[in-house]
C-alpha cells in the first residue's frame, strides 16, 4: 500500500488565497491587517519561522512588523512590549516566537496577550473558549491539522484518533478538536504504556512530541491517517518529522510529509486568525 500525501503546501497556497481576497475586502471598508511579530533573542530556528511568517503575510496583504528584543530583556519589559501593542489600534494580531529567553515566564507573556489579538490561540481564555465548544481564536497548527483532515475527506465521526503527545499548543487542541467532530481520541504521552499497540489501533494518528522518527511503520494501522506535526533537526543537518515517512508510508492510507505538510497550514491558519482579528475589532 502506498499512502496518499496529503499535500500542506499546496493547501496552505489556497488558503492564502483565500486571505488575500479577506484582506482586499476589507480594505474597502479602510482596514488593513496588522501582525505584530516579538522575537526575543537570536534561536536560529525561531528566526527561520519568523521569516517564513514575514513572507506570507506580505504574500496576503497582510501588513507584519517584527520586534526584535535582546535575549537579555526582562520579563517585565517583555510584558510592557506587550501591553504597548494591544493599544495599538493598527495591530490585529499578536504573535509571540516560542521558545522565550529562559529568564522570562512564557505564561505571563503570553497571559498579556489581549485574547482578541491572541492570533496564536494560547491564552488561557482562548484554549477555553475551546474547551467549552465555543472557539474564539483556535491554536495554529491543531487548525492547520483539521483543515488537512477536511480537504482529504479523512472520515472523522467514530473514527479512533490517538494524539502522541498533550502539549497546550498542539496536543490537547488538536484532541478537542477531533473530540467535537464526534471521532474517540486516546491521548498519549512520555508516561503512556504500550503506545506501539495503542498506536497502531488509530485510524487516525497524530504525532507531536518533537521526537524523531518516534512513530514507525510496526505502530501504524493498515490504512490510517497519519499526521506527522514533529520537526526535528538531525545530526546532518536535514528535517524529519516525529513519523518514520519511509517506513509509515507503506502501510498508511494518509501521511503528511516533513517538511510541507503541517508547517505550512499553521502559518496559513495564523493569516487567517490575524484577518478574522481586523475584521471583529473594527
Request: charged share 20%; aromatic share 2%; with cysteine.
Amino acid at each position: 500500500m502506498a499512502a496518499r500525501i496529503l499535500d500542506g503546501k499546496s493547501l496552505a497556497a489556497q488558503v492564502r488565497t483565500e486571505v488575500k481576497q479577506k484582506v482586499e475586502a476589507l480594505a474597502q471598508r479602510g482596514i488593513r491587517p496588522g501582525l505584530a511579530v516579538i522575537l526575543a533573542g537570536d534561536n536560529p530556528a525561531s528566526r527561520v519561522y519568523v521569516r517564513n511568517k514575514v513572507l506570507a503575510s506580505e504574500q496576503t496583504g497582510v501588513r507584519s512588523e517584527v520586534y526584535e528584543l535582546p535575549a537579555s530583556i526582562s520579563e517585565e519589559a517583555l510584558v510592557d512590549r506587550v501591553l504597548a501593542l494591544n493599544d495599538d489600534p493598527d495591530v490585529h494580531g499578536i504573535l509571540v516566537q516560542l521558545p522565550l529567553p529562559k529568564q522570562v515566564d512564557s505564561r505571563r507573556v503570553l497571559a498579556a496577550v489581549a485574547p482578541a489579538k491572541d492570533v496564536d490561540g494560547f491564552h488561557e481564555s482562548n484554549l477555553g473558549a475551546l474547551l467549552a465548544g465555543a472557539p474564539r481564536m483556535v491554536p495554529c497548527t491543531p487548525a492547520g491539522v483539521m483543515r488537512l483532515l477536511d480537504h482529504a475527506g479523512v472520515p472523522l465521526a467514530g473514527a479512533h484518533a490517538v494524539v502522541i503527545g498533550r502539549s497546550n499548543i498542539v496536543g490537547k487542541p488538536v484532541s478537542i478538536l477531533l473530540l467535537q467532530r464526534d471521532a474517540t481520541v486516546t491521548i498519549c504521552h512520555s508516561k503512556s504504556r504500550d503506545l506501539e499497540n495503542i498506536a497502531r489501533s488509530a485510524d487516525i494518528l497524530v504525532a507531536a512530541v518533537g521526537r524523531a522518527k518516534l512513530v514507525t511503520g510496526r505502530m501504524v494501522k493498515p490504512g490510517a491517517c497519519v499526521i506527522d506535526v514533529g520537526v526535528n533537526r538531525l545530526s546532518d543537518g536535514s528535517l524529519a518529522g516525529d513519523v518514520d515517512f519511509a517506513s509509515a508510508a507503506e502501510v498508511a492510507g494518509w501521511i503528511t510529509p516533513v517538511p510541507g505538510g503541517v508547517g505550512p497550514m499553521t502559518i496559513a491558519m495564523l493569516l487567517e486568525n490575524c484577518v478574522r482579528a481586523a475584521g471583529a475589532l473594527k
